[in-house]
């Protein structure tokens, strides 16, 4: 008889059901977030069960990677996809678990990709770099304020972080304690600047070797960081069926609900990949500024509506010809994007 298994996971511990082709429950049982464990307790089932799901938690990496290293046929779930009868009076993982593996029995169960675990690891530094980025501008307009706080002084950021000790009395008003502030910013500053330069390097030794690459890096305003950022975060370009589904993925296209010609709402806008999303903002900014017909592009919209929707009609472009250049191994041609 087939089986089904569904894991509702948690951070320490994962509740698991499996249910056979007639919804009875067959294992039902909360386990800790042991990889043998849970292993031990699927074995007896392991050659009748069609496929695990499991939940897309932030944590499922080991989970999903040790079951399929053991030879089970893993469905990532889309959670955000799921919705359960809103009439329930009462609900707990145990019904979560059992829904789950209800819905991968009917062949209904919405899933999500599952990003290759060899390249993973680059991807997830990646975002530790831009984590980083973030921290450094978070410290430097931490320092910002207290200077212009304390002297009236504007200093910006190249100049900041060039600052000296012996400086530092200048900008602090003569208030030793604001120049202690300062300097643990100043210190906090370049610890991260050294570490994302360390990463940056590591990440960039590896998307060198990627064809995908080479031709991200022929898209003018795209340079290393945002085409490592484009190629890593899209992964296999396959997975989505056409270019509408990546744009909608990268967050480039609108969200709204329409009935009868008028607006009833919106759905949710940030469902997608915050940092393609970033990535393809970033590069339209940059292609505005050197790339002809991108500019064209972005003035003419931005006489119709705003210069942020302007802004994102020219990522949404950038998104759709980035797709095309990562499916079909082609250069970028501003003919064909803008046009």
């Not at 079951?67 to 469905?75: F, I, Q, T």
């Not at 950021?157 to 009395?169: N, S, Y």
């Not at 208030?175 to 330069?197: D, G, M």
Request: hydrophobic share 40%; proline share 2%; aromatic share 8%.
């Amino acid at each position: 008889m087939k089986l089904y298994a569904g894991i509702d996971l948690h951070s320490t511990n994962s509740l698991v059901v499996v249910l056979d082709e007639t919804d009875r429950t067959v294992y039902e049982r909360r386990l800790p977030n042991d990889l043998a464990v849970i292993l031990e307790q699927l074995a007896p089932y392991h050659d009748s069960i069609e496929a695990v799901a499991v939940e897309s938690t932030y944590n499922w990496y080991w989970l999903v990677d040790g079951l399929m290293d053991a030879g089970y046929d893993v469905k990532l779930v889309n959670t955000a996809a799921i919705k359960t009868y809103e009439g329930l009076k009462y609900t707990g993982d145990e019904h979560d678990a059992r829904h789950l593996a209800r819905l991968l029995r009917m062949g209904i169960l919405p899933t999500g990709y599952i990003y290759p675990k060899e390249e993973r690891a680059v991807r997830d530094l990646l975002r530790k770099r831009g984590q980083m980025v973030r921290n450094c501008t978070q410290h430097t307009l931490s320092a910002q304020n207290l200077i212009s706080r304390n002297t009236g002084r504007g200093l910006n950021a190249r100049e900041l972080r060039k600052l000296e000790a012996e400086q530092l009395p200048l900008y602090s008003g003569g208030n030793e304690l604001v120049a202690q502030a300062i300097s643990s910013n100043l210190s906090v500053i370049r610890c991260l600047q050294e570490q994302a330069a360390t990463l940056e390097r590591t990440v960039l030794n590896r998307a060198r070797l990627k064809p995908a690459y080479k031709q991200l890096l022929t898209v003018d305003g795209i340079g290393e960081i945002l085409g490592m950022t484009i190629m890593y975060e899209a992964g296999d370009m396959d997975r989505f069926e056409h270019v509408g589904k990546f744009a909608s993925y990268a967050r480039c296209v609108g969200s709204s609900k329409w009935s009868n010609g008028k607006k009833k709402g919106e759905g949710n806008r940030k469902n997608g990949n915050k940092y393609l999303a970033w990535a393809f903002v970033e590069a339209a900014h940059m292609a505005i500024r050197f790339n002809e017909r991108a500019a064209r592009f972005y003035q003419r919209k931005k006489a119709k509506t705003n210069g942020a929707v302007a802004t994102k009609a020219v990522a949404h472009k950038l998104a759709r010809a980035c797709y095309h250049m990562l499916k079909n191994g082609t250069d970028f041609d501003a003919a064909k994007a803008f046009s």
